[in-house]
């Protein structure tokens, strides 16, 4: 049985950092795409960052390029995602993502974690 288990959330002042963490277990973690999507309530959920099953291709929203850094250990089944310069309107659920499919990640066919709130005041 997969289970993601995501951390690090929190409330932080703006231009502040948090570091999201997200452990797995239940899969072969490094044939696995991860990636960070993020809701807030209304709104459907979007992409936010992911990363191939090697720790390459990392690839980011527009609006978190340069301030997001996604990482993974395949060792500790973990993956990251480390914010920097945080604005209110980063302030969502964030949820991490497990798909075999890179392509994939976030349709049909990915696990997902339970979430974590993110906080950021002005």
């Known amino acids: 049985q997969v289970q993601m288990v995501e951390s690090g959330g929190g409330l932080v002042q703006a231009g502040g950092s948090l570091r999201l963490s997200c452990a797995a277990s239940?899969?072969?973690?490094?044939?696995?795409?991860m990636g960070w999507f993020r809701q807030t309530p209304g709104k459907e959920r979007e992409f936010v960052a992911k990363i191939g099953g090697s720790g390459v291709n990392a690839y980011y929203r527009d609006s978190v390029k340069g301030r997001f850094t996604i990482s993974r250990d395949n060792a500790k089944n973990t993956v990251y995602l480390q914010m920097n310069s945080l604005k209110p309107e980063d302030t969502a659920v964030y949820y991490c993502?497990?798909?075999?499919?890179?392509?994939?990640?976030?349709?049909?066919?990915?696990?997902w974690g339970q979430g974590t709130q993110v906080s950021v005041s002005s």
């Open positions: 993502g497990a798909n075999r499919n890179y392509y994939a990640l976030g349709s049909a066919g990915t696990y």
């Open positions: 239940g899969l072969t973690f490094r044939t696995y795409a």
